[in-house]
């Protein structure tokens, strides 16, 4: 499970990973657009977390999760096809976006250690059916971002 955080973590960390590229205006301003919507995912993830208490608690929480990557996958995806230079390590990206970007990455550390700090609670939920089917479609959402 906590293998399936991490890579939820890093999965909302790819918009911020391939942060690097030149620029247009309207390109940061939609590309801050959606790494702000990751942000919030992100951080709503990890005040729900928190406060799982039964396997359907949890099954809701990866559900929300893997809702909001499903909307923002393809947000990112036509992004990175409308303006190629988004995946450009070689310029930087303006302050705000990378304020974002750190925000994001500081995160998904945080995520690290809260799934830890919860993962005793969580594993006797995981082999709930409700639990593992909200696992599955967090994957699929996942495999959206790549």
Known sequence: MIKTLGAAACMLLLGA????GCGKASMYAEFEKVLAD????????????????????????IDGLAA???????????????????????KKMPP????????IE?????????GETV??????MVNDPAVKKSFERLNEALMLME
Do not use: C, W
Request: net charge positive.
């Open 17 to 20: 990973a391939f942060s690097l």
């Open 38 to 61: 990751q942000l919030a995912a992100q951080e709503r993830y990890m005040e729900d977390i928190v406060n799982v208490v039964t396997p359907q608690d949890l099954a809701r929480v």
């Open 68 to 90: 909001q990557i499903e909307v923002i996958a393809p947000r990112l995806s036509e992004l990175y096809k409308k303006y190629p230079a988004l995946k450009s390590e070689e």
């Open 119 to 124: 993962n005793a609670r969580l594993k006797i």
């Open 96 to 103: 705000s976006v990378e304020a974002i970007r750190k925000r």
């Open 106 to 114: 500081a995160n998904a550390a945080q995520m690290g250690h809260l």
